[in-house]
């Protein structure tokens, strides 16, 4: 029998900077931190933060410049495409905007990874793809083209299409975006009972404060590419950080400003006037 990791990811040292020269612009900093075993772990932090970076490394989409990923105790940095299509079968992702396929029904948008990474016959795909369904309370909606579904219907057929191969884990990027309350309840729901139910690792990206806190084993914040803050949510809600402080208190002033310009404006004013 084979011992689970308790960590299904582990990220060490992870930094990224884009840009050339003069230009070049840090985005994550020596980034580290541990992803446990059927738990969920969002990161939170503002626009410009990081948050989404890491999301792309860990989804392979971007090569840090250095540091290291394990998932499931491989390290995927620097993998091959074979490699790294192996770990992408361990994990599904929802998407933001859902990323249906506008010209596919319902079946055919969650049907679609079955049938790109499995040899099953159409009435096994069939069957499976109702049972996904069943699991995001829209088994009877097969038919429906995504223009035919509201906001939070497409969310989860989304999610609904990111558990078909049964993933150890589930990426999360902004779930709850565009949604009305009672829908994010509903998303928020079903995170956790896959969690909890199923053993599921989930990550999950977001700048919503009131879900976070209340689905997440451990929270993650970051500021300008470092993690300022890390804990359970009790842990980030009491925190002495002014800068967690401001963001999870959604207030205007303190130490994050609300301008992003590193020059004086004075000084930027009087150049352009020279010039």
């Given at each position: 029998?084979?011992?689970?990791?308790?960590?299904?990811?582990?990220?060490?040292?992870?930094?990224?900077?884009f840009g050339e020269g003069d230009k070049r612009m840090t985005v994550l900093d020596r980034f580290n931190a541990d992803f446990e075993t059927g738990k969920i772990t969002s990161i939170l932090g503002g626009s410009g933060s990081g948050k989404s970076t890491v999301?792309?490394?860990?989804?392979?989409?971007?090569?840090?410049?250095?540091?290291?990923?394990?998932?499931?105790?491989?390290n995927v940095v620097g993998l091959d495409e074979e490699g790294a299509n192996r770990v992408r079968k361990k994990f599904g992702i929802m998407f933001q905007s859902g990323a249906l396929f506008n010209s596919l029904n319902v079946e055919d948008n969650v049907a679609?990874?079955?049938?790109?990474?499995?040899?099953?016959?159409?009435?096994?795909?069939?069957?499976?793809?109702?049972?996904?369904?069943?699991?995001?309370?829209?088994?009877?909606?097969?038919?429906?083209?995504?223009?035919?579904?509201?906001?939070?219907?497409?969310?989860?057929?989304?999610?609904?299409?990111?558990?078909?191969?049964?993933?150890?884990?589930?990426?999360?990027?902004?779930?709850?975006?565009?949604?009305?309350?009672?829908?994010?309840?509903?998303?928020?729901?079903?995170?956790?009972?896959?969690?909890?139910?199923?053993?599921?690792?989930?990550?999950?990206?977001?700048?919503?404060?009131?879900?976070?806190?209340?689905?997440?084993?451990?929270?993650?914040?970051?500021?300008?590419?470092?993690?300022?803050?890390?804990?359970?949510?009790?842990?980030?809600?009491?925190?002495?950080?002014?800068?967690?402080?401001?963001?999870?208190?959604?207030?205007?002033?303190?130490?994050?400003?609300?301008?992003?310009?590193?020059?004086?404006?004075?000084?930027?004013?009087?150049?352009?006037?020279?010039?």
């Amino acid at each position: 029998m084979t011992e689970s990791v308790p960590c299904m990811i582990q990220v060490r040292d992870l930094s990224k900077s884009f840009g050339e020269g003069d230009k070049r612009m840090t985005v994550l900093d020596r980034f580290n931190a541990d992803f446990e075993t059927g738990k969920i772990t969002s990161i939170l932090g503002g626009s410009g933060s990081g948050k989404s970076t890491v999301l792309k490394h860990l989804i392979g989409a971007y090569r840090p410049d250095s540091g290291e990923i394990r998932i499931d105790g491989e390290n995927v940095v620097g993998l091959d495409e074979e490699g790294a299509n192996r770990v992408r079968k361990k994990f599904g992702i929802m998407f933001q905007s859902g990323a249906l396929f506008n010209s596919l029904n319902v079946e055919d948008n969650v049907a679609l990874p079955l049938r790109e990474h499995t040899r099953l016959n159409e009435s096994t795909i069939r069957i499976m793809v109702k049972m996904k369904l069943e699991m995001v309370g829209l088994r009877g909606a097969e038919h429906l083209k995504p223009a035919q579904l509201s906001g939070g219907m497409i969310k989860r057929i989304a999610l609904a299409r990111a558990i078909a191969l049964d993933p150890k884990i589930v990426f999360y990027d902004e779930p709850s975006a565009g949604l009305d309350p009672i829908s994010i309840g509903v998303i928020d729901k079903l995170i956790m009972d896959l969690s909890r139910k199923m053993r599921i690792t989930s990550v999950v990206v977001t700048h919503e404060i009131p879900s976070a806190m209340r689905i997440s084993d451990k929270i993650i914040m970051l500021y300008k590419g470092q993690i300022i803050a890390s804990g359970s949510p009790d842990e980030i809600r009491h925190s002495d950080d002014p800068r967690v402080q401001q963001f999870i208190n959604g207030s205007p002033d303190g130490p994050i400003p609300f301008s992003k310009s590193q020059k004086d404006y004075a000084e930027e004013l009087k150049e352009m006037s020279v010039e």
